[in-house]
């Protein structure tokens, strides 16, 4: 170990670029961008058809005429890159790829290119991914991911959120009462099974929540509150968090020692932090008000069955008529059965609460009884552990498929059903708009001809205007023809069957029945080169129409879209999109209809709808499980590790040496504290930080013992234990990445309608961060003092 304290070799230009790419990876992993990546057209044409040769993705599908246009949309930007066409209608020569900058290839890339400049080489892969100085990633993250699946198995039963319904029962209308059983309630919760599956269902409950009351002003208090306590609980358990798992085996603490070390600062915090949020921080009565009022639910939904949310299609409409009712603030009635008629899953929540308590007693039980600490893996306890809870899942899914079958199906043709409804609707109001503005045109012709008709020159003038009216009539007939065809929204059909493009949509700056499907306009260079209409295809026609929409009587008199019509575009052109993101499988319908042959990607397709219909427990947990953890967490080890190789690490262990040498155990928690904090926002999340600062006091340990002068015993511990209330409480403090959980938070808001801005975030969580942090750092401080003494720190 005395070789890699020397300090001279950050001087080689290795080590030099080796902290610049650790500085620059965290600062991506901060604020995640995506790299515009351009291939030519015929290059990537020639992939594609490769792979459609090899039958692994659909046939490469073409525009049948290459110069139809795609008008903006306010939905999509009105420069969309990623587009084939550019706003002439001609095929753009290159093909815009975008590479994602993110927690997840970030740290990969900074890897392989520091293998490639030959900065790290196998000994730092090797160490940071098998392990080494008592830290073994695969290790932690093989216990991490096993005892996630059985906490999100027990999460997907329904079990928390059905007693999220009996706190909300228990609480009755009193504001502050409901307030407080929530909070204790995410608090205990969360200190056995993580704070990721008290995010994953604690959210979506406080946003349907707050949404069913009348007079919550907005969720603010319950999220913020929800997302600090749950953090701060995780770091009671070394089970609870991936860090606890890091800081407890790089300084080989027992799982009980560590908790017992823990518990009292984070439970005094959870006390005193309950009345700050309450009277301080959401004072503001329209936020927690002193008398709940929710809506009722109707009796006929309080009679009905619970739907499993796990089965795809199982709430029927109700997930459309709630996406409209984000739009216009009403229709309550899909987020009130969300949480006043929740499902419970008795058998699954029942013996996934006891595979959970036997593997977490197992666990303290072993790790109590070793030597060391880490003879055996913890994960020989948990992976079996979650492989008899998959076991369990997938025998009740099995046994369960008719049931869930039908559920899905049942679901599927009344969604299918509605859309045809609401597709019936929206033409028969496009027909009626084409018809208005059709007699608008009528009229405003007849008005120019006795303005023109002193002239004696208004041939040409009537001519245009008679063939305007032609090209609406047309229009509308083709509308009422496209009766006949409406399984999508009127809005999502194209009028040409053969183009790719399934969501054009005429552009706004037309004055045309908004949510009529046409194809833009023609350029108007070959307006007066263009043939008879008696001649034309009826895409053509179409086209002519829009042009000479845009010069009709109607647009030259300025008359406007009414209000109505620009909302049934926005709701017509939302809808598109929305089917489009929603029915993987409709596509590949589509193409078994239209005799495609099977493909690689359509298997897939149909292994995961016929997964999710038959094993809806087992699917819905792979699809929550932090996968992405795995290579972020691996690749970030082998980040430090290069910076302990390259001697940056002993730098900054000699600089800690220092700071805790001129203040004492006091400076050293409160330092360490305000340290980890401040790198979950700026070091690749509380997870990077945890690795790089174990890394940072295991070097310095090194220092002290090749002076032979120990650390003290109170030292040591206080530096260990408040960097454990950093890395947990740091989660909450400035910015979504500090660590994943946040991310996930903001991700789930987001799909429940509810915008977080950074600035939002950190603005409120300033105050809860520092007052939790001075609350846990001083508490800390008292225990360090009465449990340590100053006698010398040996690991060894």
């Known amino acids: 170990m005395l070789g890699s304290l020397d300090t001279n070799q950050i001087r080689n230009w290795r080590s030099i670029v080796t902290l610049i790419v650790f500085i620059f990876t965290n600062i991506i992993v901060l604020f995640p961008f995506h790299i515009p990546i351009y291939i030519p057209r ?34 999509q930007g009105a420069e969309d890159p990623d587009r084939d066409h550019d706003q002439n209608g001609k095929v753009k020569p290159f093909v815009r790829l975008n590479l994602p900058m993110n927690f997840v290839t970030a740290p990969l890339i900074a890897d392989l290119f520091l293998l490639a400049i030959l900065a790290i080489g196998r000994q730092e892969v090797h160490d940071g991914t098998i392990g080494a100085n008592n830290i073994s990633p695969i290790d932690i993250m093989v216990f991490f991911i096993s005892l996630a ?73 319950w999220i913020y509150s929800q997302f600090a306590i749950a953090n701060i609980a995780s770091a009671i358990l070394v089970s609870s968090n991936p860090t606890n798992l890091v800081l407890a085996s790089a300084f080989d603490i027992k799982f009980l020692h560590y908790t017992a070390n823990i518990i009292v600062p984070v439970v005094v915090t959870a006390i005193l932090l309950f009345p700050f949020l309450l009277y301080v921080v959401f004072r503001d009565r329209r936020l927690i008000p002193h008398k709940i009022i929710m809506h009722e639910l109707p009796e006929e939904a309080k009679q009905r069955m619970p739907v499993n949310p796990n089965i795809p299609h199982a709430r029927g409409n109700a997930a459309e008529e709630e996406k409209e009712a984000a739009d216009d603030q009403g229709g309550m009635l899909p987020s009130l059965e969300e949480i006043l008629n929740p499902f419970l899953d008795k058998g699954g929540a029942g013996f996934g609460a006891v595979i959970m308590a036997a593997t977490l007693i197992t666990v303290l039980a072993i790790n109590a009884a070793s030597q060391s600490g880490h003879e055996h893996p913890v994960f020989w306890v948990t992976l079996p552990a979650a492989f008899v809870m998959f076991c369990w899942d997938v025998t009740f899914g099995w046994l369960h498929r008719k049931q869930t079958r ?36 009528h009229s405003s012709k007849i008005h120019l001809q006795d303005q023109r008709g002193a002239d004696g020159d208004g041939k040409s003038s009537d001519v245009f205007e008679e063939s305007a009216v032609d090209d609406i009539a047309q229009v509308s007939n083709v509308t009422s023809a496209k009766r006949q065809d409406v399984p999508l929204p009127a809005a999502s059909r194209p009028i040409n069957s053969d183009s790719d493009d399934t969501t054009t949509l005429v552009s706004s700056h037309m004055p045309q029945p908004p949510a009529m499907m046409l194809t833009p306009p023609v350029d108007q260079s070959n307006e007066n080169s263009r043939p008879s209409t008696s001649g034309r295809t009826v895409d053509e026609k179409q086209e002519i129409a829009c042009a000479n929409l845009e010069h009709s009587p109607e647009a030259l008199l300025g008359t406007s879209m009414s209000g109505e019509a620009d909302r049934q575009k926005r709701i017509s052109s939302k809808q598109v999109l929305d089917l489009e ?148 409480y740091g989660a909450f403090s400035t910015a979504f990445s500090a660590a994943l959980a946040g991310l996930l938070w903001r991700d789930i808001l987001h799909r429940k309608h509810i915008r977080v801005g950074n600035l939002e975030f950190a603005r409120v969580n300033l105050p809860i961060i520092a007052f939790a942090m001075i609350v846990g750092c001083a508490v800390l401080i008292g225990e360090i003092y009465i449990m340590r003494d100053n006698s010398p720190y040996n690991s060894r």
Request: proline fraction near 5%; aromatic fraction near 12%.
């Open 406 to 441: 039908d559920i899905s199906r049942m679901g599927r043709e009344e969604i299918e059903r509605a859309r045809t409804e609401r597709a019936n609707r929206d033409m028969g109001n496009l027909e009626q708009v084409a018809v208005d503005q059709r007699d608008q045109v």
């Open 581 to 728: 993101k929603q029915s993987p499988r409709r596509e590949v319908d589509a193409e078994k209809q239209n005799g495609e042959p099977t493909t690689l990607v359509s298997l897939m397709v149909e292994w995961w709808s016929w997964s999710r219909e038959t094993f809806p427990t087992v699917t819905t947990v792979f699809a929550h499980l932090p996968f992405a953890l795995v290579p972020f967490a691996i690749c970030m080890f082998v980040l430090v590790q290069a910076l302990v190789t390259k001697g940056w690490v002993p730098v900054f262990a000699y600089g800690w040496d220092h700071w805790v040498n001129k203040t004492g155990t006091v400076g050293a928690i409160g330092g360490m504290a305000f340290l980890s904090v401040i790198l979950c926002n700026f070091a690749g999340t509380n997870i990077g930080t945890t690795i790089l600062l174990s890394r940072v006091i295991q070097a310095w340990q090194d220092i002290h013992h090749a002076g032979g002068t120990p650390i003290s015993n109170r030292m040591f511990w206080a530096t260990v234990y408040s960097m454990a209330l950093g890395v947990n």
């Open 149 to 221: 699946y059985i906490a999100i198995s027990i999460d997907a039963s329904g079990l928390i959120r059905w007693l999220a319904f009996k706190v909300l029962q228990k609480a009755g209308e009193r504001g502050d009462r409901l307030f407080l059983y929530l909070y204790v309630f995410f608090f205990s919760l969360g200190s056995f099974i993580g704070n990721d599956p008290i995010i994953l269902t604690g959210t979506p409950f406080l946003a349907y929540m707050t949404r069913v009351s009348s007079n919550i002003r907005q969720p603010r208090a």
């Open 42 to 75: 015929p290059l990537w044409n020639g992939f594609l058809d490769f792979l459609s040769a090899l039958r692994v993705i659909p046939k490469r599908k073409t525009r049948s005429n290459s110069k139809r246009k795609r008008p903006p949309d306010s939905s």
